[in-house]
């Protein structure tokens, strides 16, 4: 059994995944490989019934923070929990409202699984591309 996922080597994942990438938005590409753009969207607060996350943030603490990601619009939230001397963090970090298409399920991807340098790659091929276009334009301009 894999210890760690987050690195797993199987060529078969790392192929599905590959393919599943080539079509995902460049916001979202980016966000993957990039890590997320995070705005602060609602600072300290203590959630109402409406807004809480589910069991998760109601066993974690009874303070959260949200931050929005300006590139690909998901939701962090994060939680903390009352202490004599204030706040600390409780539970880690929640992702909710993930925009449509960014998770790539249904692929029978172990969640959590990133391959190394399949997100990469995907970014260098797109990079490339559209030095490659840019180039084909300059020459046919030249041309003209
Ligand atoms: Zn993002």
């Given at each position: 059994m894999p210890t760690n996922l987050r690195y797993v080597n199987d060529a078969a994942i790392r192929k599905t995944l590959a393919n599943a990438?080539?079509?995902?938005?460049?916001?979202?590409?980016?966000?993957?490989?990039?890590r997320h753009r995070f705005n602060l969207e609602e600072d300290f607060?203590?959630?109402?019934?409406?807004?809480l996350v589910g069991r998760q943030a109601k066993a974690a603490g009874d303070?959260?923070?949200?931050?929005?990601?300006?590139?690909?619009?998901?939701?962090?939230?994060?939680?903390?929990?009352?202490t004599r001397d204030g706040i600390v963090p409780a539970g880690g970090a929640l992702y909710r409202e993930y925009p449509d298409g960014?998770?790539?399920?249904?692929l029978g991807i172990p969640r959590g699984v990133k391959p190394s340098g399949v997100v990469q790659s995907e970014e260098f091929r797109r990079s490339m591309s559209?030095?490659?276009?840019?180039?084909?334009?300059?020459?046919?301009?030249?041309?003209?």
């Amino acid at each position: 059994m894999p210890t760690n996922l987050r690195y797993v080597n199987d060529a078969a994942i790392r192929k599905t995944l590959a393919n599943a990438l080539e079509t995902l938005p460049d916001e979202y590409l980016i966000c993957r490989g990039q890590r997320h753009r995070f705005n602060l969207e609602e600072d300290f607060h203590v959630p109402t019934s409406a807004t809480l996350v589910g069991r998760q943030a109601k066993a974690a603490g009874d303070i959260e923070r949200h931050f929005r990601c300006e590139r690909c619009e998901v939701l962090r939230i994060e939680r903390y929990e009352r202490t004599r001397d204030g706040i600390v963090p409780a539970g880690g970090a929640l992702y909710r409202e993930y925009p449509d298409g960014y998770v790539l399920s249904g692929l029978g991807i172990p969640r959590g699984v990133k391959p190394s340098g399949v997100v990469q790659s995907e970014e260098f091929r797109r990079s490339m591309s559209k030095v490659a276009k840019a180039a084909r334009k300059q020459s046919r301009s030249r041309a003209s």
